[in-house]
């Protein structure tokens, strides 16, 4: 079955950088675009940006150009997202979502928290 | 952006009780919106797609409808295991925006 295996918590200093792990099994990688989403209780889910595994095309939410770069490894069937110039509002769980049927989350990963704080 | 504004943000029911949420967007999005469901601690799951129509899996006392720019989420007869957090998506315009959520208790 589809499966979107994502990296652990992370606690990490302001101003550094994070970079996030999803990881697919289940289906054909290449095959199906890949969203980002951003979870806190202040400002529920956000959309973050997509990539397209095949191509690497990508699409961002303004809020979030600057901050979020998506990226893939086809090899490993792997997602990544890395988070720049970190500060305490980037502090929530972020989820990876398959898009599905046509442009719907059909499958998400299990969130990864990330904590900002010195 | 488009807005979504979902309401209630909680709501408490009985079971085997109707329960209706709303989403209202700011604009027409035609039927591009989907409804998700995330159960506490876990992660959102799709429900509805297309404004109408139930995701694999989805039990039928689900159902989702659509009056202009007004969206509607029924569960039929509310189970023990609908307890959690319900929250609409727009895929009309990037970027895609989701409401609130809403918090739904058992009373």
């Known amino acids: 079955q589809v499966q979107l295996q994502q990296s652990g918590a992370e606690l990490v200093k302001p101003g550094t950088s994070v970079k996030l792990s999803c990881k697919a099994s289940?289906?054909?990688?290449?095959?199906?675009?890949m969203n980002w989403i951003k979870q806190t209780t202040g400002q529920g889910l956000e959309w973050i940006g997509i990539?397209?595994?095949?191509?690497?095309?990508?699409s961002y939410n303004v809020k979030f150009k600057g901050k979020a770069t998506l990226t893939v490894d086809k090899s490993s069937s792997t997602a990544f997202m890395q988070l720049s110039s970190l500060t305490p509002e980037d502090s929530a769980v972020y989820y990876c979502?398959?898009?599905?049927?046509?442009?719907?989350?059909?499958?998400w990963g299990q969130g990864a928290s990330v904590t900002v704080s010195s | 952006d488009i807005q979504m504004t979902q309401s209630p943000a909680s709501l408490s029911a009985s079971l085997e009780e109707i329960v209706t949420i709303t989403c209202q967007a700011s604009?027409?999005?035609?039927?591009?919106l989907a409804w998700y469901q995330q159960k506490p601690g876990k992660s959102p799951q799709l429900l509805i797609y297309?404004?109408?129509s139930l995701a694999d899996g989805v039990p039928s006392r689900f159902s989702g409808s659509r009056s202009g720019t007004q969206y509607s989420l029924k569960i039929s007869r509310l189970q023990v295991e609908d307890i959690g957090s319900y929250y609409c998506?727009?895929?009309?315009?990037?970027?895609?925006?989701f409401g609130a959520g809403t918090k739904l208790e058992l009373k």
């Open positions: 979502a398959r898009v599905g049927r046509r442009v719907w989350m059909d499958a």
């Open positions: 289940g289906y054909t990688f290449t095959s199906n675009h």
């Open positions: 990539i397209n595994p095949g191509s690497g095309g990508t």
């Open positions: 604009q027409d999005i035609g039927n591009w």
């Open positions: 297309d404004a109408t």
């Open positions: 998506q727009q895929a009309h315009s990037n970027p895609n925006t």
